[in-house]
């Protein structure tokens, strides 16, 4: 089975910036690499994996969108 190395795009996403001066984070790029028997696939437990940290992982306590 190969692996793929996936790009992930997000957007509808507000972090306040570190400083007051700084504008707010308004999206996202990750990568994953992940193994997979075809591309549909990688792609569908790369975004898995993305979700999974939003919802449990360290991102979960983080601001969510407006």
Known sequence: MPFFHVLIEGTNLCIPGQEDHEPPIGGFFTSRVVWAPELRAAEA?????????????DCAKQPTSN
């Open 45 to 57: 437990k790369a975004l898995q994996n993305v979700r999974d940290v939003g919802v449990r992982g």
